[in-house]
């Protein structure tokens, strides 16, 4: 079946950078692009931006620039986030998510990756 | 772009119905028809349950329905059951390849 498995949780100290990654299985990887999303505790879900499978071309949401970078190992059928210079507010849940119709809506997810910011 | 505008909470009891809002702009959810809805239970992943408006991913009960008018998206959960208590978010496709969630609404089953 198709499926999103991510890496496990994190703990990170202030300025360091994290890498999380997002294993697909059950269908072919370079067909659908890949969301990130981020749930800061007890907050809402936010749209980091996502990346073209195909092209490995990456699309940032405001806010998520900079920091933020979206990778691929086709070759895996692996996705990865790496976070930089992290600073406490990183602290989130972080998912992968599929695309669905060109990138208008998102449908199977992963199970999240939990990183957190404490010196 | 700014997030969607939700209630941050509705309630029904059992066999009732319940239907939350998800306000935006003609800039996205007025603008397309790419307005999807996720349930999220505490602890665990977002579980897409309408996409385009209207339509529903097999598996999810015909319970949920969505719908669109202007720049308002609203899900109706009929017949509301125990395990329907969950986080509710929207998102809207808004152009330039980006999407924009709602800011979620918690529904209680009374």
């Known amino acids: 079946q198709v499926q999103l498995v991510q890496s496990g949780s994190e703990l990170r100290k202030p300025g360091a950078s994290v890498k999380v990654s997002c294993k697909a299985s059950?269908?072919?990887?370079?067909?659908?692009?890949m969301n990130w999303v981020r749930q800061a505790p007890g907050q809402g879900l936010e749209w980091m931006g996502w990346?073209?499978?195909?092209?490995?071309?990456?699309t940032h949401a405001q806010g998520f620039t900079g920091r933020f970078v979206f990778s691929l190992d086709t070759s895996l059928s692996t996705a990865y986030l790496q976070i930089s210079s992290l600073k406490a507010e990183d602290t989130a849940v972080y998912y992968c998510?599929?695309?669905?119709?060109?990138?208008?809506?998102?449908?199977?997810w992963g199970q999240g990756t939990t990183v957190t910011v404490s010196s | 772009q700014s997030a969607l505008t939700q209630p941050p909470s509705a309630s029904g009891s059992p066999g009732q119905s319940v239907t939350i809002s998800c306000t935006g702009t003609?800039?996205?959810?007025?603008?397309?028809?790419?307005v999807s809805w996720y349930q999220q239970h505490p602890g665990k992943a977002p579980k897409l349950m309408i996409y385009?408006?209207?339509k529903r991913p097999s598996g999810v009960p015909d319970r949920f329905s969505g719908s669109k008018s202007g720049n308002t998206a609203s899900l109706t959960v009929s017949g509301l059951q125990a395990e329907d208590e969950a986080d509710y978010y929207c998102?809207?496709?808004?152009?330039?390849?980006?999407?924009?969630f709602g800011g979620g609404t918690k529904v209680t089953v009374l």
């Open positions: 998510a599929r695309e669905l119709l060109g990138g208008r809506s998102i449908d199977i």
């Open positions: 059950g269908y072919t990887f370079t067909t659908y692009g």
């Open positions: 990346i073209d499978t195909n092209t490995g071309t990456p």
């Open positions: 003609s800039s996205d959810v007025g603008g397309y028809n790419y």
């Open positions: 385009e408006v209207t």
């Open positions: 998102t809207s496709y808004g152009g330039s390849s980006n999407l924009v």
